[in-house]
């Protein structure tokens, strides 16, 4: 029998924004947006304490419930899950508590839907593998990172991301460097593993920086924790009096990088937690944009930190550590420049070179700009759709039904 409407989509994440404005995972968000061209988006997210009532929108958003007093649940969308891997017990007890709540919601969701997405194969990696088992629907899972990284240092894990994989259908890294990882943890992924980026929206031509004379401004946005690195651009930035940082962003280090920037007299503000607005104009007003991302002691490191592209997308000269998805994405010396993670006295150089080079700073951000295009959201998301719409139609074909999608590109 052939459906009349466009197939229905359980989109399963464990972080989503608070709000339309804000940008925490707003990737998430804007994936569900691209993808509603195709299916009817339903997104399943953990409750969050700062949310507000989400508008209208192209996709319908539902949060699980907890028994927990929101401000107690370690569970919520706006929570790292691998620091509540080191958490206390009753934590992660609370956590599995209301881990299940969002499983029995997504059970219920996912009998009126043709296919399931998750992001991060745990929690919703998981949760989308068990209803794929339990019900025959199509699965795919979607990994940006933490979750890997999750699986590879807990007990049991190994079996688990088997698990996962061997009852999904497809499963997407957003880097190469995250699809080998997750082969070196479970084999069995090789043959069903893809390599698709987040996408980003593309400004115009015409925000690219002017190369006239001013004090030169260079922003970090992300989460003030140690794997974003910002210690090693304070102490790349010291001395260098011509120049402001702007960092945009919180999390549980702030106080200390706080502490770190007076006492290296780095003129750096800290505007804090900011909206999709406020980002778009600040890269479109600063000269640079630094991701210091670094590898932790357990090994732990970023996939593809979004706000790369969204800095290459404004046409802004983007500088950035060689790790994980950052060095397949930076050609270095055409569309950015690399330096070796935590090596602040290198990271100087390259500040200090592409400040005083109008011309290459020009140049790097009008090539930054033209490979962004690539990644352009309706690009991204029909790459997306056509994994999903495969999947669907392999498990119509064993259930002798089709499902007819709108707009998917062969």
Sequence with gaps: MKHSHKPALLLLTSSFPSTPEDDISGY????????????????LAPPDRAAVLWP???????????????????????????????????????????????????????LTADAICSHWLVPGGLVG?????????????????????LLTRMRGGRRLARFIVEASDRIVTVSA??????????????????????????CSPSGVVSARSQTRTILFIGRLTEIKGLDVLLRAMEGMGDCRLVIAGDGHSGDELKRLARSLSVDAR???????????WLLSTCDAVVIPSRVLADGRTEGSPVVCLE?????????????????????????GLL???????????????????????????????????????????????????????????????AVQPSGIDG
């Design 311 to 335: 800095a290459m997308a404004a046409g802004r000269a983007v500088i950035a550590s060689r790790v994980g998805g950052l060095a397949e994405i930076i050609n270095d010396g055409e569309n």
């Design 56 to 110: 209208a929108d192209v996709f319908s958003l539902t949060r699980s419930r907890s028994i927990w007093p929101l401000a107690l649940d370690p569970f919520n969308a706006g929570a790292d899950l691998n620091d509540l891997a080191s958490g206390s017990l009753l934590a992660k007890l609370a956590a599995l508590v209301s881990m299940l709540c969002f499983f029995g919601r997504a059970l219920r969701l996912a």
């Design 339 to 401: 330096f070796e993670q935590g090596d602040h006295r290198m990271l100087n150089e390259k500040l200090s070179l592409v400040l005083s080079d109008d011309r290459l700073r020009l140049e790097l951000a009008d090539n930054a700009q033209r490979f962004a295009a690539s990644f352009e959201w309706s690009r991204i998301g029909s790459r997306y759709s056509r994994i999903i719409q495969t999947v669907v139609n392999e498990n119509d074909a064993i259930g002798n039904k």
């Design 270 to 280: 800290f505007v804090g937690r900011i909206g999709a607005t406020e980002r778009r």
């Design 129 to 149: 593998a068990l209803i794929s088992r339990a019900l025959g629907k199509p699965h795919v899972v979607v990994e940006h990172s933490g979750a890997l990284h």
């Design 177 to 202: 460097d995250l699809k080998r990882k997750l082969i070196e943890l479970s084999p069995q992924a090789e043959d069903r593993v893809s390599v698709i980026p987040m996408g980003v929206s593309v």
């Design 28 to 43: 998430v968000r804007d994936f569900a947006r691209s993808l509603s061209v195709d299916f009817d988006i339903t997104v």
